[in-house]
């Protein structure tokens, strides 16, 4: 079954900008960079230029991990001088705590990140690839009631400056942030697009825009210096690879640590028979719940956090540590944040698995650019110091595991998900669910999940009824969500194998998906 691209993203025009490229000729990783400049404008909270991601890139036999994440800034200011503030996200079942302002913004890396897997691996002129996102920035895109819903949830986030919230106002309610209905229009991020795809990265970290964003810090409190943008650099890894019931996953490897954690709870989930206890059966989801619980411990035990790159793979997957949990586990099944992603393979089998996130933004829109800088300073999961502690000058870690599967039929899956610490359960539960259930990828991504953290386990609705009643007695601490929420992840899957007929595509309906398929 011959086809030029498979996609899977969190918004249908972050999907329409990569299949536009596609069908112009582009590889998967120019439809990679043209979605992610894209959701840019279609997903402005989950994204921005002033973030980090990675993106997995399989080409051929080789595959490679652009790192192209937050770095801690090079000096830090004293607390009293830092605009660093908290506030509260609802989510309407549970509320989480995030640090916004200019002091929660570590170094930004997806603009270098675009250009340096444009050089390496694209085939079309960047000009090209930023011309779906120019026509989203200047024509607008049009709201839906899941960008209202989100924008609900942080709120305080983008009321925090005037400037902000006058640029995410809603033109038809005066005084209230967009709603369902109204046109997002950005055209200066069109402008910097548009002079990017002329002068390169160069001018976000050396130009114009640099200068504006190291005077900002200097003025209002911020960390970052006309240095610290100078010396930022994409790291290339080797992705961490695993195998389970005979497929070869493939993820972001160390420093990073959302990767490892999944690899350590496939590793602990292959010793069990997960299909013999039945979808969604209270034994099934104890089971899930002890190995979220045992990954947790073995995270913290083995000071995952604290390592250098390429040093916590055999402590934590090839020694005592790992056989201690695989023991633990063994009889105990039977009674036991803002971020997306894009999934593309294109004709030729080339598969991007691109992650990237802005954390929640730390409220600060810089001038004349449209872009939100990010809060990854003040995100609690990936600063494991404390809040203004964290070392400097170091490449900070992530839950983020943009991820592939090569199955030995020669089917390829790309898959990964936003969500913070959700992340690698979600990814966790997906991989289970085509593998040990054989699940389709729409059921394997639609299918209800859970998540286990300090804990309190979190169950969305979707299962059957008697399953709540037996995990409420199994975990005293629980709370029962009423159905799908962006809350457990957005797993944007593909999965391309042209020879079997092979050929599906769904974007997670918690973060918006959408997908498409070219033949």
């Known amino acids: 079954m011959a086809h030029r691209g498979i ?34 404008m279609a997903e ?24 192209f994440f937050a770095q801690t800034p090079r000096r830090r200011r004293p607390p009293a001088q830092v605009d660093f503030r908290p506030v509260h996200a609802d989510f ?28 390496d691996l694209g085939s079309i ?17 049009l709201w839906s009631d899941f960008q209202t819903y989100i924008f609900d949830v942080v709120a305080p986030i983008y009321r925090a400056r005037a400037e902000t919230a006058a640029h995410f106002a809603s ?41 504006r964003l190291a005077q900002a810090c200097d003025t209002e409190g911020g960390h970052l210096t006309l240095e610290d943008l100078a010396h930022y650099r994409v790291e290339r890894r080797s992705p961490l690879a695993v195998d389970y019931r005979g497929h ?60 250098p790159a390429d040093s916590q793979a055999p402590a934590l997957l090839g020694g005592e540590l790992l056989a201690r949990y695989r023991r633990s586990l063994l009889g105990r099944y039977a009674s036991l944040r803002g971020t997306t992603h894009l999934s593309i393979v294109d004709a030729a089998g080339d598969a991007a698995s691109l992650t990237v996130s802005n954390g929640e933004g730390c ?63 979600a990814i966790l539960q997906v991989l289970s669910n085509l ?29 059957p009824e008697p399953t709540y009643g037996a995990l409420a007695d199994r975990f005293p601490e629980h709370r029962f969500w009423p159905g799908h929420n962006l809350f457990f992840g957005g797993a944007h899957c593909v999965r391309s194998n042209p020879r079997r007929r092979l050929l599906e595509a769904h974007g997670d309906p918690r973060r918006g998906g959408a997908s498409a398929i070219l033949v």
């Open 44 to 67: 402005p909270v989950l994204v921005s230029l002033g973030g980090g991601g990675f993106l997995l890139a399989h080409r051929g036999r080789q595959t490679l991990v652009y790192d």
């Open 435 to 463: 593998l040990d259930f054989q699940m389709a990828v729409e059921a394997a991504v639609d299918a209800p999940r859970i998540h286990l953290e300090d804990a309190l386990l979190n169950v969305e609705g979707g299962f």
């Open 363 to 425: 409220g600060y829109l810089l001038p004349g650019t449209g872009v939100m800088l990010n809060n990854m300073l003040g995100e609690e999961d990936i600063n494991p110091y404390g809040l203004q502690r964290w070392p400097v000058d170091r490449r900070m870690a992530s839950m983020m595991a943009p991820s592939l599967l090569l199955s030995p039929d020669g089917t390829v899956t790309a898959l990964g998900s936003g969500g913070s610490n959700r992340i690698r359960t």
């Open 248 to 307: 070869r996953l493939l993820t972001n490897p160390p420093p990073s640590c959302g990767g490892i954690l999944i690899a350590f709870a496939l590793a602990l989930l292959e010793q069990t028979e997960p299909a013999l206890l039945g979808y969604g059966t209270p034994a099934h989801l104890q089971l899930l719940a002890a190995i979220m619980e045992a990954s947790n411990r073995a995270r913290l035990e083995s000071r995952l956090r604290d390592l």
């Open 92 to 119: 309407g079942t549970a509320t989480q705590e995030f640090h916004i302002g200019l002091g929660a913004a570590a170094t930004p890396g997806v603009v270098r990140g675009l250009f340096a897997v444009h050089r």
């Open 125 to 141: 002129p960047m000009a090209r690839l930023v011309e779906p996102a120019l026509a989203l920035a200047r024509e607008g895109v």
């Open 171 to 211: 033109p038809s309610r005066p005084g209230e942030l967009l709603r369902a209905g109204d046109r997002f229009r950005a055209p200066e991020l069109a402008d910097l697009l548009e002079s990017m795809a002329i002068e390169g990265d160069r001018l976000f970290y050396e130009g114009e825009v640099a200068r």
């Open 7 to 40: 996609i899977a993203a969190g918004h249908p025009a972050t999907v329409e900008a990569a299949r536009l490229v596609l069908a112009d000729g582009g590889n998967a990783f120019d439809a990679a960079i043209a979605g992610l400049c894209a959701a840019c």
